[in-house]
């Protein structure tokens, strides 16, 4: 633990460098109004921060700047967690009143508007079917021997299954099927929908079982949906050309970045900083990530990336309130 003193001078100085990108001297810490020293008393306490691992001087002419470390201390030791501008908690509000259409499409649009409060590369992973339950079950008669199974999912997809009969099926009888399967199958997941009970009439009891088939044989994708927006952002946030072709190479890589922010998650971190992120190419990155609770589970995760001199406090306050958005907006569906 550092004292009050040490600590308010490394959170000025990684505010300073937040804010500037060059080395932070003393002279200019010790007119911070937090802290009320002289800049020869700042700069021996500097040199105790550098030598404790908090900070670092790329030059020995230069300022310090923060280390991994000194990003983890200011983190952790937030004064407060941050809030979204009035106008953007506005923009917030208004894009969940009015967005509509199918999920893959929200959850792109999430994307977009979470990179637009932040400024960074923004990544919003879709609930896997496989932990969804179906909300709704219907049968459409396209032609005599074809009908079209439509279920809604719990969050938000749609799933779609063509159904080819031997022989023709009118209209009751898929109404009289869409009615069993409605009743059996609303509540249950994909994978562990059973073929229901008899309904005492072969046909419709043929119709239900050809639909409940096509479940496990249809085209239905486990895996889960990853949606990143904001990447022309990275050559803004980034100094070395080097760093942001790794980062754009990482986010175009589906299954890594599921376990990359999975791993943050199941660590019980809400920012990984550096080293922390558990990949050598994402050692100059931060990610601020969150989880999107529907029905009292979580669905998914959404999360920013961006360089370790992140405006920690505004990118908490934008997932944190866009996953707490994402969650409620799939509940209330």
């Keep these: 633990m550092l004292d009050e003193r040490k600590s308010a001078i490394l959170r000025a100085v990684v505010e300073e460098y937040i804010e500037t990108a060059q080395p ?71 894009f969940f009143a009015t967005t509509h259409g199918a999920l893959e499409q929200m959850l792109h649009d999430t994307s977009r508007l979470l990179s637009g409060l932040t400024n960074y590369a923004s990544v919003v992973i879709g609930p896997p079917h496989e932990a969804t339950t179906i909300r709704s079950a219907q049968m459409v008669r396209l032609a005599p021997r074809v009908a079209l199974l ?12 063509s159904l080819e009969f031997e022989d023709d099926v009118g209209e009751e009888r898929l109404a009289a099927a869409t009615a069993h ?98 990949l050598e190419s994402l050692a100059d990155c931060a990610i601020v990530v969150a989880p999107y609770i529907v029905e009292g589970q979580t669905a998914g995760t959404i999360g920013v990336v961006g360089p370790t001199r992140m405006k920690y406090p505004q990118a908490l306050a934008a997932v944190a309130h866009v996953s707490q958005r994402l969650g409620r907006h799939f509940t209330e569906a």
């Design 150 to 161: 439509v279920l809604v999912l719990s969050n938000g997809a749609i799933e779609k299954r």
């Design 181 to 278: 399967l409605s009743a059996t199958l609303v509540g249950e997941t994909l994978a562990g929908a059973d073929l229901p009970p008899h309904t005492g009439d072969a046909a419709t009891d043929d119709v239900v079982a050809l639909a409940v088939s096509s479940l496990s044989t249809g085209p239905s994708d486990d895996a889960e949906h990853v949606f990143v927006g904001g990447t022309a952002m990275m050559a803004r946030a980034f100094d070395a050309v080097e760093t942001v072709r790794q980062v754009l190479t990482i986010l175009e890589q589906q299954y890594v970045v599921v376990t990359l922010l999975k791993d943050v998650l199941d660590r019980g971190l809400s920012v990984a900083i550096g080293e922390e992120v558990g």
């Design 24 to 94: 932070v001297g003393s002279a200019r810490i010790a007119s911070a109004t937090e802290v009320d020293v002289s800049a020869a008393t700042v700069r021996n306490e500097m040199g105790v921060l550098e030598r404790d691992g908090y900070l670092t001087q790329p030059h020995t002419s230069a300022g310090r700047i923060p280390t991994d470390k000194g990003y983890r201390f200011f983190v952790d030791h937030l004064t407060s967690p941050g809030r979204l501008q009035p106008a953007q908690r506005q923009r917030v509000q208004e």
